[in-house]
């Protein structure tokens, strides 16, 4: 059972429709994921000299390290795009599912993972402990009430 509260689900009942749904991400992960590629082999491209040997970072001159540190952070940041899109659940990486939306996470979860997510926070205020390490947990697991 969901609740809707603060999140949105997208569920398609029709299996013609939940194709061309799943056809649609594949097209859009495939395209992400080789945009992400390219900035992966720019910036890994720095990391080896023209002879092929492996080059440490020390030796980059300013001008090289920052251009290799904006593909380093462009082709992470995709990946964070990615992995937080409606394109995959960012909990499994399954993207053929009906998907959840946590506002407060600024990420999609299948329905599944929604649901188990949901029962243990749940569980989680029922037993509500009070330990410092547990701050985080309370946290995420607000977030799914």
């Known amino acids: 059972m ?3 509260r603060d999140k949105r689900a997208i569920i ?3 299996p013609n429709l939940q194709r061309v749904r799943n056809s649609l ?3 859009f992960y495939q395209a992400a994921r080789s945009e992400r590629k ?3 082999n720019a910036w890994r491209s720095f990391l080896f000299s023209s002879d092929g040997t492996r080059r440490d970072i020390s030796e980059f ?3 090289e390290l920052k251009e290799f540190r904006a593909f380093q952070s462009k082709e992470e940041n995709l990946g964070s795009i990615i992995r937080r899109s409606i394109l995959m659940c960012v909990s499994c990486g399954r993207g053929d599912q ?3 939306y946590n506002k407060s996470y ?3 979860y299948c329905t599944e993972c929604y649901d188990l997510h949901h029962r243990h926070a749940k569980k989680r205020v029922r037993n509500q402990s009070q330990a410092h390490e547990d701050t985080t947990m309370d946290e995420l697991s607000e977030s799914f009430l």
């Open 2 to 4: 969901i609740h809707m």
């Open 12 to 14: 398609i009942k029709k």
């Open 25 to 27: 991400r594949v097209i």
């Open 38 to 40: 390219k900035f992966y």
């Open 61 to 63: 001159s300013p001008d």
């Open 98 to 100: 009906d998907m959840v």
């Open 106 to 108: 600024d990420a999609w």
